[in-house]
Structure formats: structure tokens, C-alpha cells
């Protein structure tokens, strides 16, 4: 009863008031809800617009190109290898493209553009760049613009025996490093390598003369090349022939005690060449050091500075070096490391080379004069094939830049997604770009190529002008 008697009390305006009351709560409920869910679509149009300025400005300058990150989707589902792949396996490409990229490429452009139809042409473009352009420029560029040639003068004959025109002057020592690291096992034409040196480096101390001091120093030819052994391959440095007159039987045996096997401590060989010279000065002995070797040091010494060291010691030794079908990183060390020995550095790529090169005598048959050439056809077919071989990925991958992004522009013009205007202004800027990036790609190019032909045209004309003197002087002895 007591519980009843205000209700009772409030009569009919007192129910009026409380029914107003709670209106006036629902209203303010729902105005709030509706608040909450306008701040909620303000929040979302800002995160996008934060979206849309957290992209990345695409690259315009040259500076910037080369070391451009692959787009977020090409890092993603195409191979590096597959993007530039050229002739007749372009197809491969062609195909991925028009049936698994393309649609990927359509279904992320139509989530990120539904509602970003005000961009400009501008921000279209580093959108594009962001997902498509290619990654490919950092990893042959700075190749391309290491490369050297690597063409030498050969050496030529001048009229004497090398080794008798020392002979008049003092004793001669000679000392022989072998490189027998493992990829000395690989082939070439004619054979083995390691067979191959060996063979021709037997041709070699025969013909040398009996007061004439040998020595044959082997390194790399322990252990397999794997990380567990390299600490003792790297250590060893045998003088499998210690210096002394040559005995043909002794030494062949000598050669025949090792075989291609692992690390090359080409540093350490040359510092054990010193150790072993070190009785012979400069003044009284004449010390010859030769290299054979198909690589770069791979033990973590500095055979540039080994051989620097080496010459300008007392003893006063020349390293002369034979690259063994080595590649242009290799080619580039050893030229170095013999030039700071005070030497010559000549490669060779095949047994008819390296015979030449090494049993080589100094006066000139007409047969000789007859057959010695300047550079070889093949020698400057290996130096444009190997320019173009780090050219043709960087032309390959901007060509197939824009044509990914062309795509991709077309395809937001014909959904609406972007007018006409700004379709034109993309496909500009994109191809802008591309120009910029192949005029200079193709200039380094060209710049490599006509250092080649020059130093191939300076020996070229050297030889040509070593012929012509020694044919006068043969004919003259006739």
C-alpha cells in the first residue's frame, strides 16, 4: 500500500512528465549514436587520406631510379628471373602477366581506388610505381658501371730469349705458384684446368736451362672448400718443389702430389714466395715469380698488398700472373695484383692460349710473325656479350616497368576510376621515366664499348707496328 501511493499521487500530468522524459533520453541516445557513427566515417576518410600521403614519392631523377625498391605486388608474385627473361622464353612472361599478374593487379587497384576517384595524375603514378615498378636496377646496375674490359697487350717477342738475356746478367731463380683451389677442377676447352697447367707448366721448366733455379710452391689443395676446413686450407702453402736446379723427374713427381681441392690463399702463397726468396737479393739474383690461377683470394688476405711487398722488397721479385679462364671480377684483382708486383698480367680461356702463352719464345719465326695477331675475335665477342649481359636486364626490366604500369592506367581509365586527362598525364610520365632510365642505361653501355674498341684499336696498332719491324728485320737475315 505504501509502495502505491506515489505513483497515485502523480496523477495523470506527473505520467505526462515522465513519458517526456524518457523521449527526450531516447532522442539524445540515438542523436549520440549518430554522432559516434559521423566521427567513425570522419576517422575512416581520414585514415584513408593518411593512407594515400603514406605512399612514397616515385623516383624522378637517375640518382634515385637505380636504387628503387620492387613494387609491393612485384616483389611479391614475380620471379626476378622471370621479369627478365628475353627471345623467344619471353613468352613465359607474357603469358604469367595476361593470366595470373593482371588480375591480381585489377583486384588491388579496385579496392584502392573506389574511393580515391580526385587523385592526380601525380599521385596515380606513385600509386603505380609503389605496386609495379621493378627492382631490378640496384642489381646489375653497379655492375655495369664496374665492368672493364680487361684487354692487354700481349706480350711480343723483342729479338732474345727472355731467360738467356737475364742469364748474361746473374742468376736467375724462378718460382712457380699453383693454384690448386676447387675450381680449378672445372673444365675448359682442351680439358681440365688443373690437368691443363700442370701440363703446360712441365713444357715450361724443360726448356728452361740447368743453372736456372726452380721452385713450385702449391696452395688451395687441401680440404674441400666448406666453411669447416677453411682455416687449414687457407694455412697451407707447400713448396712441393723447394728452390733448387731443375730435375725433370723430381719435379714432375712433385706436380703429380696435388690435386684441385679447395680455399685460394693467394695472399698467403705470394707472402710465402718472399719467405722463400729471402736469401736471393735483387742485387745478385734475379727473381721471377709466375702465377697460375683462375680467381680472386678467397682466404680474406690482400694479394695486392702481398705483391707490392714482395717488389719492393730487397729482393726486387716480379710477379707476373696467367688468369686461367677467370671472370671479370677475377681478371680485375689479378691485373691489379701483378701491376703492384711489378709485372704483367695476361688470361687465357683455353689449352691453345695457355701453351702459347707460357712456352712463348721472344724472337719472332716468320711463322710466328705470320700468325700473331692483336685482339681475337672471340676475345672481343666475350667483352660485348659480357657488357650486354648487364645491360640487357636493366633495358628488360624498364621496358617491362612501363608496360605494367601502361596496364594499369588503362585499366583505371576504362573502369572510370580516373578521366582521361590523368590517363594521358601517367602514360606521359611513365614513359618520361622510361626514356630517362634506357638513354642512360644505354650511354654507360656505350661508354664501355668504346673503351673496349679503343684499347683494342691501341693494340691492335702496336702489334701491327711490331710486325712490320721484325718482317724487315727477317728478311733482311734472308
Known sequence: MYLMLPYKRLGYAGIILISIFILIGCSADQEHAGSSEESKNVSAEKASEKKVKEIPKAAREIEEVVVQEPGKLVEEHIDPELE???????????????????????????????????????????????????????????????????HVMPELPQGEDEVEKVKKQKQTNVVILMDAS??????????????????????????????????????????????????????????????????????????????????????????????????????EYK?????????????????????????ESNIEAKVNIIGFDVDDEGQKQLMEVAEAGGGTYATVRDKEEFEELVLKKWKPTFGQLLSTQGMLLHDVVHQKQAVLDLYSPLYQSSERELNRISSAARFLKNEGFITEEVHSEVIGLAEEMRNLRNEHFRGIKDEKDAEAEKARNEINAQVQ??????????????
Open 84 to 150: 627478365i627473361i628475353e627471345g623467344l622464353d619471353f613468352v613465359q612472361y607474357r603469358n604469367f602477366i595476361m593470366d595470373t599478374f593482371n588480375p591480381i593487379v585489377e583486384k588491388e587497384l579496385t579496392g584502392y581506388f573506389e574511393n580515391k576517384q580526385e587523385l592526380t595524375s601525380d599521385e596515380v603514378y606513385d600509386y603505380l610505381v609503389y605496386q609495379l615498378g621493378s627492382g631490378q636496377y640496384k642489381t646489375y646496375y653497379q655492375d655495369l658501371v664496374d665492368y672493364e674490359h680487361g
Open 182 to 283: 676447387g675450381s680449378m677442377k672445372a673444365s675448359v676447352p682442351g680439358g681440365v684446368k688443373m690437368d691443363l697447367a700442370k701440363e703446360t707448366i712441365k713444357k715450361f721448366t724443360d726448356q728452361m736451362e740447368e743453372d736456372v733455379n726452380v721452385s713450385l710452391l702449391a696452395y688451395g689443395h687441401i680440404g674441400t672448400g666448406s666453411d669447416a676446413d677453411k682455416e687449414e686450407s687457407c694455412s697451407r702453402i707447400d713448396a712441393v718443389y723447394p728452390l733448387s736446379s731443375y730435375n725433370p723427374a723430381s719435379f714432375n713427381e712433385a706436380m703429380n702430389s696435388f690435386q684441385a681441392s679447395g680455399w685460394t690463399p693467394l695472399a698467403g702463397a705470394i707472402d710465402k714466395a718472399q719467405e722463400l726468396l729471402a736469401s736471393y737479393n735483387g742485387v
Open 287 to 311: 727473381n721471377i715469380v709466375y702465377i697460375v690461377s683462375d680467381g680472386i683470394e678467397t682466404c680474406d688476405g690482400d694479394p695486392i698488398v702481398a705483391a707490392k711487398k714482395l717488389n
Open 465 to 478: 707496328a711490331w710486325k712490320d719491324k721484325w718482317k724487315e728485320v727477317l728478311e733482311s737475315e734472308n
